[in-house]
């Protein structure tokens, strides 16, 4: 059973920059996300949750929302199996609790940011952005 565990969350200041980490356990083969899709998705107290980020190691393709395109970037070490989400130029709007989620799958019919293509999710980490 895949297991994911986010960290790095924390306080920030308008303008400034965290790096978020996800980690994946409970397997014994190594790159084994190889075979996973990774998105990071947020979710702010009385809204949606919204996918923020995914990225597909078979062909190395990344999405971003709009909103955050060109602050936010994902990447992964697959040897390591942690996925980052490097998040800068933060804004208040930025808060909120984000997960990173996991999905054994290629293609998605609702998309890669659609929260229910996925299987596996993280506790999630607080991001708090002040003016």
């Known amino acids: 059973q895949l297991q994911l565990a986010e960290s ?9 920059s965290l790096r978020l980490s996800c ?3 409970g397997f ?8 996973y899709a990774i998105t990071w998705f ?9 996918g923020v980020a995914c990225s597909k190691s078979h062909d ?3 999405y ?3 909103s955050v395109k060109g602050r936010f970037t994902i990447s992964r070490d697959d040897v390591k199996n942690v996925v980052y989400l490097q998040m800068d130029s933060l804004k208040p709007e930025d ?3 984000y997960y990173c989620a996991a999905a054994p799958k290629f293609t998605f019919d609702s998309g890669e ?8 999710w993280g506790q999630g980490t607080q991001v708090t952005v002040s003016s």
């Open 8 to 16: 790095g969350g924390g306080s920030v200041q308008y303008g400034g």
């Open 23 to 25: 980690a994946a356990s």
């Open 28 to 35: 014994t083969s190594r790159f084994v996300l190889d075979y």
């Open 42 to 50: 947020r979710q702010a107290p009385g809204k949606e949750r919204e």
């Open 60 to 62: 190395l393709t990344t």
């Open 64 to 66: 971003y929302a709009d």
């Open 95 to 97: 808060t909120a609790v």
């Open 113 to 120: 940011l659609s929260d229910s293509e996925y299987t596996y």
